[in-house]
Nanobody, 114 residues
C-alpha cells in the first residue's frame, strides 16, 4: 500500500537547522512531483516547497533562500533542508506526492523556540 513517512522533526533554537525526510513506498516515486506543506492550529495547510519529476523546484516566499527541497529517486526519498529557522516556521510538516493521485504523510512536528 502507499505510504509516506516523514521524520526529522523536533525542537530547534531560532537560527538553527533541521532536515526533514520523507520515505515513500507503494507507488512509482520517480513519476510523482513531491511537496512539503505545513500547518499550524487554526490555519490552512500551506505549501512550503515542491520538486517536480525533473527536479525543478518552487518555494513559498517565506522560505526562499532558507529552505532547500531535494529528492533521491534511487532511495524513494524527498528531503527538506531547513536553515536559519524562525519561530514562525513552527508547524506540523507534511509531505505529499502528486500525480493523477495525491498521497499524504502523517506529518512531523517542527518547533522553533529558545
Amino acid at each position: 500500500q502507499v505510504q509516506l513517512v516523514e521524520s526529522g522533526g523536533g525542537l530547534v533554537q531560532p537560527g538553527g537547522s533541521l532536515r526533514l525526510s520523507c520515505a515513500a513506498s507503494g507507488f512509482i516515486f520517480s513519476r510523482f512531483a513531491m511537496s512539503w506543506y505545513r500547518q499550524t492550529p487554526g490555519k490552512e495547510r500551506e505549501l512550503v516547497a515542491t520538486i517536480s519529476t525533473s527536479s525543478q523546484t518552487h518555494y513559498a516566499e517565506s522560505v526562499k533562500v532558507r529552505f532547500n527541497i531535494f529528492r533521491d529517486n534511487a532511495k524513494n526519498m524527498v528531503y527538506l533542508q531547513m536553515n536559519s529557522l524562525k519561530p514562525e516556521d513552527t508547524a506540523v510538516y507534511y509531505c505529499k506526492a502528486i500525480n493523477f493521485n495525491e498521497y499524504w504523510g502523517q506529518g512531523t512536528q517542527v518547533t522553533v523556540s529558545s
